[in-house]
């Protein structure tokens, strides 16, 4: 056989071991049943053939796929990116393969690119993104075991959730700056997803005086201006990569950080190791949170009721703060 040839079937290596075609399959399979010189033989002839069994196919017969979907808003974002890396190793553990869907930050696309894993025949799909409506997560989970990762709008009942506590989180972050002697503190934020509103909501409550910048209407150099003047020492940023912006931005202004503008981020991803200073951030256990949909993806699989986890944050303190 060369490379050029076809592919080997099943009926090849019955010809060539001598036996049946089903029991080919069954030796293939592992199934018992099958002698100990039928299966040696039968293996031998796959392997000198070049055999290799039709995975897929087997697994339509089945009735599973043994995959699992995971839609993402945006590969850029370390923070899915990072809670993906629990869904693969959870789900290699469970004897599943991935498969992932990207969405670009565009809800129609993310609306098909939800239809296209479906259509594929996915067993299971872990939405992480905040970006589905409420009708199409509804209408996936009629359909499909579905997780969502994150803080939609509303997710329906029959889906699982999980997400970060962010209200804690921006308690953490505020609480850690007040600490540090400040009480003139900014919130600086490039979303109007419920996860940002419900960290600016807890800000809030606990900043007397709350000033609110919005990086889609020039919020950074609003910021810097302010801080320039003494009216800021303190920015919260809704996530690590606004923070890091704001210390790139301070840094060509010549404003120092922390001496000038303390910085806390959000979502401890890589980027708050890389940055210089090093970013204060509230760390949400994203390989931990990719396991738990994971894990609750297979308790759908097998007829469970959907469930509902809120992780708890923590906050790292690096020298930006």
């Given at each position: 056989?060369?490379?050029?040839?076809?592919?080997?079937?099943?009926?090849?290596?019955?010809?060539?071991?001598?036996?049946?075609?089903?029991?080919?399959?069954?030796?293939?399979?592992?199934?018992?049943?099958?002698?100990?010189?039928?299966?040696?033989?039968?293996?031998?002839?796959?392997?000198?053939?070049?055999?290799?069994?039709?995975?897929?196919?087997?697994?339509?017969?089945?009735?599973?796929?043994?995959?699992?979907?995971?839609?993402?808003?945006?590969?850029?974002?370390?923070?899915?990116?990072?809670?993906?890396?629990?869904?693969?190793?959870a789900?290699?553990?469970?004897?599943?393969?991935?498969?992932?869907?990207?969405?670009?930050?565009?809800?129609?696309l993310?609306?098909?690119?939800?239809?296209?894993?479906?259509?594929?025949?996915?067993?299971?799909?872990?939405?992480?993104?905040?970006?589905?409506?409420?009708?199409?997560?509804?209408?996936?989970?009629?359909?499909?075991?579905?997780?969502?990762?994150?803080?939609?709008?509303?997710?329906?009942?029959?889906?699982?959730?999980?997400?970060?506590?962010?209200?804690t989180?921006?308690?953490l972050?505020?609480?850690?700056?007040?600490?540090?002697?400040?009480?003139?503190?900014?919130?600086?934020?490039?979303?109007?997803?419920?996860?940002?509103?419900?960290?600016?909501?807890?800000?809030?409550a606990?900043?007397?005086?709350?000033?609110?910048?919005?990086?889609?209407?020039?919020?950074?150099?609003?910021?810097?201006?302010?801080?320039?003047?003494?009216?800021?020492?303190?920015?919260?940023?809704?996530?690590?990569?606004?923070?890091?912006?704001?210390?790139?931005?301070?840094t060509?202004?010549?404003?120092?950080?922390?001496?000038?503008?303390?910085?806390?981020?959000?979502?401890?991803?890589?980027?708050?190791?890389?940055?210089?200073?090093?970013?204060?951030?509230?760390?949400?256990?994203?390989?931990?949170?990719?396991?738990?949909?994971?894990?609750?993806?297979?308790?759908l699989?097998?007829?469970?009721?959907?469930?509902?986890?809120?992780?708890?944050?923590?906050?790292?303190?690096?020298?930006?703060?």
């Amino acid at each position: 056989m060369t490379g050029s040839a076809r592919r080997p079937t099943i009926i090849d290596v019955a010809h060539a071991a001598g036996v049946s075609k089903s029991l080919v399959s069954a030796a293939l399979r592992g199934e018992s049943g099958v002698s100990g010189a039928s299966r040696e033989r039968i293996l031998a002839a796959a392997e000198e053939l070049g055999y290799r069994s039709n995975g897929w196919a087997q697994r339509l017969v089945s009735g599973r796929s043994d995959l699992v979907g995971v839609l993402l808003t945006d590969l850029r974002n370390a923070y899915q990116t990072e809670i993906v890396n629990g869904i693969e190793d959870a789900a290699a553990a469970a004897g599943f393969d991935v498969v992932l869907s990207h969405g670009r930050r565009d809800r129609d696309l993310l609306r098909t690119r939800l239809a296209g894993l479906i259509a594929l025949g996915v067993d299971a799909v872990i939405a992480v993104t905040g970006h589905l409506d409420a009708d199409d997560l509804s209408a996936a989970a009629g359909r499909i075991p579905i997780v969502v990762v994150g803080r939609p709008s509303s997710v329906p009942d029959a889906a699982g959730w999980v997400r970060n506590d962010d209200e804690t989180g921006a308690g953490l972050a505020v609480a850690h700056l007040h600490e540090r002697g400040h009480a003139r503190i900014a919130y600086v934020h490039g979303s109007s997803r419920p996860a940002s509103i419900a960290r600016r909501d807890a800000y809030r409550a606990l900043v007397p005086e709350p000033r609110e910048y919005d990086v889609r209407e020039g919020g950074i150099d609003l910021l810097l201006e302010e801080a320039s003047s003494g009216g800021l020492t303190a920015a919260f940023a809704a996530n690590d990569r606004i923070a890091a912006q704001v210390v790139a931005d301070a840094t060509d202004r010549g404003i120092r950080v922390p001496q000038d503008l303390a910085v806390v981020g959000y979502d401890n991803t890589e980027l708050a190791d890389l940055v210089r200073p090093g970013l204060t951030s509230v760390d949400q256990p994203r390989s931990a949170m990719g396991a738990a949909a994971m894990s609750q993806a297979l308790a759908l699989l097998e007829g469970g009721a959907p469930a509902r986890e809120v992780a708890s944050p923590a906050l790292v303190v690096r020298g930006s703060s």
